[in-house]
């Protein structure tokens, strides 16, 4: 049909309704996308932030700060690559919205 064409939401493809909801599936994607982005960058300010702090109680040089910075983001990509293989399972709302409650 007409519809199955546009299965993925391309453009001119008719928004569906979340069930239960009064907004399309296609908002509610874009309102959870902003959102975690904005999660995401107050998450990475903050370890910025926090590094200088614990570096002073700790006593932590250069190189030990920059491992535990380092840590972090390789810890961000790596549920990057394991999320986008769950949303394969659950779809990426699911996914999205799980993440950003988590966070």
């Known amino acids: 049909t007409a519809t199955d064409k546009h299965a993925f939401g391309a453009a001119g493809a008719p928004a569906r309704p979340v069930p239960g909801g009064c907004v399309s599936r296609r908002v509610l ?31 932590w040089d250069s190189q030990t700060q920059g491992l535990v910075l380092s840590s972090f983001f390789w810890g961000y990509i790596g549920c990057q690559i394991v999320g986008g293989h769950i949303c394969k399972y659950f779809g990426g709302a699911r996914v999205l919205t799980f993440g950003v409650l988590w966070a």
């Open 29 to 59: 994607v874009a309102v959870l996308m902003c959102w975690s982005t904005t999660v995401m960058y107050m998450v990475r300010t903050n370890i910025s932030d926090a590094m200088l702090e614990m570096g002073e109680r700790f006593d």
